[in-house]
C-alpha cells in the first residue's frame, strides 16, 4: 500500500547497486539480493527501536509517523464531509465536483487508515518465546505459523543488511534506509525503511549487538 501511494505521488525509486557484498567476507552476503526488499519508503523516521527489557526487543511507531497518518485520514473525512453536504444541501456546485470531492476523501481517508494501522503494527524481537515477528498476531498464538506473512525464529536470522533506495518525485527526491533479516536460507524479512540514516544506522547497530549478529551496512559513508 505504502508503494502504491508512492506511485500516486509520481515518485521513482532507486537502489545503489555500486558497492561489493564481499567485503563483508561471508558467502551468503555475495548471493543474496541487495536490491530493495520494499519499494517506496520515507523521507523522515517512521520506527524508533525500544529495548522493553533484557529479553525483548520493539519498533514503536514514532509520533511524526503517526501524526501524517492521521493528518491524512481528518484530511479524507473532512473532504468526504464537505462532499456529502455539498450533495445533500443542494448547494449551487456541480454534482460531479462534489462526488469528486467524497471520492478524493475516501482515498485520502482509505490511505490514513491504512497508514496508522500500519505504523503501529508491532514489530518485535522476543528472546524468551525465541521469535521475531511483524504483525498483530504473534507466532504463538496461531497454529499454522507459516500463514504469518513476517516472522522468524532467532535463531534462523543469520545477519542484518542495511541499504538505501533513492526516491524521486517531480517536486522532491531523497533517501530511505531499509532493514532487512537475512535468513539462514537466504531470504529477507523487512524490519523498517524511513528517511533519518543516523537513527537507522544506530537502532540497526543496537539491534545486531542484542541479537549477537552482524550488520552488513551497504549503505555510503
Not at 136 to 152: G, I
Not at 163 to 169: A, L, N, P, Q, V
Request: glycine share 8%; proline share 4%.
Amino acid at each position: 500500500m505504502l508503494s502504491k501511494i508512492s506511485k500516486l505521488m509520481g515518485i521513482a525509486m532507486e537502489s545503489d547497486d555500486s558497492f561489493d557484498p564481499a567485503k563483508f567476507n561471508d558467502s551468503l552476503a555475495v548471493r543474496i539480493d541487495w536490491s530493495p526488499l520494499k519499494s517506496g519508503g520515507a523521507n523522515f523516521r517512521t520506527r524508533r527501536l525500544v529495548q522493553m527489557d533484557l529479553d525483548r526487543m520493539e519498533f514503536r511507531p514514532t509520533m511524526g509517523a503517526m501524526l501524517f497518518g492521521i493528518l491524512f485520514l481528518i484530511l479524507g473525512i473532512g473532504a468526504i464531509g464537505i462532499g456529502v453536504f455539498m450533495i445533500v444541501s443542494g448547494a449551487e456546485v456541480p454534482i460531479p465536483a462534489a462526488f469528486m470531492l467524497f471520492l478524493t476523501g475516501s482515498v485520502f481517508s482509505a490511505a490514513g487508515a491504512f497508514m496508522v494501522r500500519h505504523f503501529s503494527s508491532p514489530v518485535v524481537f522476543d528472546g524468551r518465546s525465541g521469535y521475531f515477528w511483524k504483525g498483530r498476531q504473534t507466532p504463538m498464538e496461531v497454529m499454522n505459523r507459516d500463514e504469518l506473512k513476517c516472522f522468524s525464529e532467532l535463531d534462523n536470522i543469520h545477519a542484518l543488511q542495511l541499504i538505501s533506495e533513492f526516491c524521486r518525485s517531480d517536486k522532491n527526491s531523497y533517501l530511505s534506509y531499509e532493514l532487512n533479516l537475512v535468513l539462514k536460507s537466504g531470504d529477507r524479512l523487512n524490519v523498517f525503511d524511513h528517511g533519518h540514516l543516523h537513527h537507522a544506522r544506530a537502532d540497526a547497530d543496537k539491534l545486531a549487538q542484542f541479537l549477537g549478529l552482524p550488520l552488513w551496512d551497504a549503505v555510503r559513508r
